[in-house]
């Protein structure tokens, strides 16, 4: 089993930058695919990236070249360094883990806030 707990979120102005942080515990950390989903509200819950056991990443359209994905196995936390900020980032990012690239996400994080002021 693992658990997932956020940090990092809070108010930034547009253009600004923000990096929020997931801390898992257990020693499978390594093993796991990790995912950033977030969820504005009214709104359904949105992928945002991946990063997998050997670093291979994928984003939405949404976020490329702006939000970075990365671990550090080392210290089981997974971040997402977010540049360029627009109100419309504005969300609970949640971070999530699964044991494999195409297993469903099974691990889920309680979210953190984000709010991108204009």
């Known amino acids: 089993q693992v658990q997932l707990v956020e940090s990092g979120g809070g108010l930034v102005q547009a253009g600004g930058s923000l990096t929020v942080s997931c801390l898992a515990s257990?020693?499978?950390?390594?093993?796991?695919?990790m995912g950033w989903f977030r969820q504005a509200p009214g709104k359904e819950r949105e992928f945002v990236a991946q990063?997998?056991?050997?670093?291979?990443?994928i984003y939405a359209d949404s976020v490329k070249g702006r939000f970075t994905i990365s671990r550090d196995d080392a210290k089981n936390t997974m971040y997402l360094q977010m540049n360029s900020l627009k109100p419309e980032d504005t969300a609970v990012y949640y971070c999530?883990?699964?044991?494999?690239?195409?297993?469903?996400?099974?691990?889920w994080g309680q979210g953190t806030q984000v709010t991108v002021s204009s």
């Open positions: 999530a883990g699964r044991q494999t690239d195409w297993a469903a996400y099974t691990y």
């Open positions: 257990g020693r499978t950390f390594s093993t796991i695919t």
């Open positions: 990063i997998n056991r050997i670093s291979l990443t």
